[in-house]
Nanobody, 120 residues
Framework: QVHIVESGGGSVQPGGSLRLSCAAS????????MAWYRQAPGKQLDLVAG???????NYADSVKGRFTISRDNAKNTVYLQMNDLKPEDTAVYYC??????????????WGQGTQVTVSS
């Protein structure tokens, strides 16, 4: 069993910052990719940022230059530093980890989501 736990969401004014954390635990051989997705009310789930186990990153165009994804492989944890937040960043943010439980088994695991609200 693999557990994904997110933290760090909350409410902030436009221009503010938040840092999300996501920790994976359980039966883990290795973690390939960790990523953040978000879903605003009435909208589809979108990729925000992802990072491989070698540190290669990718970002949605809407967050480039404002958000930074990083990872601590020793702690099986990924972070999302969000700066210069805008009202359109309001959404539930979900963490996904692509986990190998052994050499032959790889699955995606999702967290429960954390709310980020940007409003004046």
């Amino acid at each position: 069993q693999v557990h994904i736990v997110e933290s760090g969401g909350g409410s902030v004014q436009p221009g503010g910052s938040l840092r999300l954390s996501c920790a994976a635990s359980g039966s883990i051989f290795s973690i390939e990719t960790m990523a953040w997705y978000r879903q605003a009310p009435g909208k589809q789930l979108d990729l925000v940022a992802g990072i491989t186990n070698s540190g290669r990153t990718n970002y949605a165009d809407s967050v480039k230059g404002r958000f930074t994804i990083s990872r601590d492989n020793a702690k099986n944890t990924v972070y999302l530093q969000m700066n210069d937040l805008k009202p359109e960043d309001t959404a539930v943010y979900y963490c996904k980890a692509t986990v190998r439980r052994d050499l032959y088994t790889m699955n995606d695991y999702w967290g429960q989501g954390t709310q980020v609200t940007v409003s004046s």
